[in-house]
C-alpha cells in the first residue's frame, strides 16, 4: 500500500527556512515523478514543484512564484522527498501536500496524496 | 500558463439526482499521443484530495462507475450519475499537458 507521510510544518517568521519531509512508503520514490502542491487557508490547490523519476533524469521544476527560493529533492535510500524553503513569505502558507505522480515523467496525474504538512509564515 | 476554468461553483445536488461539473481550459490540453492531459481531483471535507479520473477518462482504482469524465481540446465535463451523501466536498479539474501544471478553482457539490 502506497503511504506518504509528510512532517516539518511549523510556524516560521517571515524571511525564515523551513524543510518539509515526505516519507514514502510502499513503492521506490526513485521509479516515480514526485511533487508538492498547496493549498492557503479556504483557497484551492495550487502546483508547487516536481522531480522526475530517475528513469526521465531527476528534473526539477518549480512555479514562478517559489522559483529561488525553494528546493525540491529526493533521497532515495530514505526512500523520501524533501521540500527547503527559505526566504518565507506571509503568502507561502499553506497545507503543503506531497504526491506521487503516476509514472516517472511529473506531467502524470497525481495519484497518491500525504495528509498535509501545515507551514504558517508569520511573525 | 493554462487558465482552468471550472463551472459551477456551487452544486447543490439531492441524493440520487446527476450532477455535471464542466472544466474549460485556455489551451487545448490533446498530447501529441492522443491523450487528453486532463485530471478530476475530490477533496471530501477535512481530507487530503484524491484522484477520481485520468487522462480525461480514466478512472482511478475503486471509483465508482457513477462517476465518469468526458470531453477533449479544451472542454470537459465530470458527470455522477446517482449522487450519493459520500460524494460531498469540492471537485478540481487539472491540466498536465504543460508547465506550471493548474488547477481549476474548484466546485463545490453540497448534498441538499
Known amino acids: 500500500e502506497v503511504q506518504l507521510l509528510e512532517s516539518g510544518g511549523d510556524l516560521v517568521q517571515p524571511g525564515g527556512s523551513l524543510r518539509l519531509s515526505c516519507a514514502a512508503s510502499?513503492?521506490?520514490?526513485?521509479?516515480?515523478?514526485m511533487s508538492w502542491v498547496r493549498q492557503a487557508p479556504g483557497q484551492g490547490l495550487e502546483w508547487v514543484s516536481s522531480v522526475t523519476g530517475s528513469g526521465d533524469g531527476d528534473k526539477t521544476f518549480y512555479a514562478d512564484s517559489v522559483k529561488g527560493r525553494f528546493t525540491i529533492s529526493r533521497d532515495d535510500s530514505r526512500n523520501t522527498l524533501y521540500l527547503q524553503m527559505n526566504s518565507l513569505r506571509a503568502d507561502d502558507t499553506a497545507v503543503f501536500y506531497c504526491?506521487?505522480?503516476?509514472?516517472?515523467?511529473?506531467?502524470?496525474?497525481?495519484?497518491?496524496w500525504g495528509q498535509g504538512a501545515l507551514v504558517t509564515v508569520s511573525s | 500558463d493554462i487558465v482552468m476554468t471550472q463551472s459551477p461553483l456551487t452544486l447543490p445536488v439531492t441524493p440520487g439526482e446527476a450532477a455535471s461539473i464542466s472544466c474549460r481550459s485556455s489551451?487545448?490540453?490533446?498530447?501529441?499521443?492522443?491523450?487528453?492531459?486532463l485530471d478530476w481531483y475530490l477533496q471530501k471535507p477535512g481530507q487530503s484530495p484524491q484522484l477520481l479520473i485520468s487522462?480525461?477518462?480514466h478512472r482511478a482504482p475503486g471509483v465508482p462507475d457513477r462517476i465518469s469524465g468526458s470531453g477533449s481540446g479544451t472542454y470537459f465535463t465530470l458527470t455522477i450519475s446517482r449522487v450519493e451523501a459520500e460524494d460531498a466536498g469540492v471537485y478540481y479539474c487539472m491540466q498536465g499537458i504543460q508547465s506550471p501544471i493548474t488547477f481549476g478553482q474548484g466546485t463545490r457539490l453540497e448534498i441538499k
Open positions: 487522462l480525461g477518462f
Open positions: 489551451h487545448s490540453l490533446v498530447h501529441s499521443n492522443g491523450n487528453n492531459n
Open positions: 510502499g513503492f521506490p520514490v526513485s521509479g516515480y515523478a
Open positions: 504526491t506521487k505522480n503516476g509514472g516517472p515523467n511529473w506531467l502524470v496525474r497525481l495519484d497518491s
